[in-house]
């Protein structure tokens, strides 16, 4: 099975999880891709659902399969987020980001009263780290912040070079919301509570890539098949 037909056979797990009349919240990356195109098939056959995107690439993705599309003004609380992520350890803490949707991603899965995790084996890992970590932040001030995020870091027992993500043009990344992210190289983070916690002290922080807690259930594919993990109680 290649990575791609893992994500797709992870997706069609969790898509068993969707009954008629959900409000879903809809992830983005190239495994939650799989998860609305398989939405789409079922909205197509008379599936009633209404859902919200977490960003501005997975909007075009379910409009153009004609996924019923609101938003957390119209509807602030949602059934089931089904979402991918860039790490998850085995308490369900994650880091997510990857592709620049962390802040959205974050809103609609703390909206949500069950998150399912969909990833291939590749991103289970013993202590988070490894994948850098995004961190949202404002462009005003960026230099200063960047400082104050180096000791935010450094005060959470972890090291590693911390640089402004850019775009295939040379120019810094702008997410959906207009920001920009730093990604913070760590390798290791043995305390990720403390360092989200600090993270979110800092002025000028829009959000960090750390989601704990938010995760119900993660589905992990594997070569023998599809693993639950559920969350510890």
Known sequence: MTQD?????????????????????L?????AKHFVDLLGELVRDGLQVICVPTSEATRAQAQSLNIPLTTLDETPELDLTVDGADELDAHLNLIKGGGAAL?????????????????????????????????????FGLGA?????????????????????LAADGHPLVTDSGHV??????????DARALADNLAAVPGVVEH??????????????????????SPA
Do not use: H, N, W, Y
């Open 5 to 25: 037909e893992a994500k797709r056979a992870v997706a069609a797990v969790a898509i068993e999880a969707v009954r008629p009349g959900m409000r879903l919240g």
């Open 27 to 31: 992830g983005t990356g190239s495994t």
């Open 103 to 139: 802040l959205r991603e974050k809103i609609v899965a703390a909206a949500s009263a069950r998150m399912i995790v969909i990833a291939d084996a590749s991103k289970k890992v013993e202590t988070l780290g490894r994948f850098p970590l995004p961190i949202e932040v404002i462009q």
């Open 145 to 165: 912040t960047k400082i104050a995020v180096a000791k935010a870091i450094e005060a959470a027992g972890c090291t590693g070079p911390t640089r402004l993500r």
């Open 181 to 190: 992210i730093l990604d913070a190289a760590l390798e290791r983070i043995p």
């Open 209 to 230: 890539g750390l989601f704990i807690g938010l995760a119900s259930e993660a589905l992990i594919a594997g070569p023998t098949g599809v693993e639950r993990l559920a």
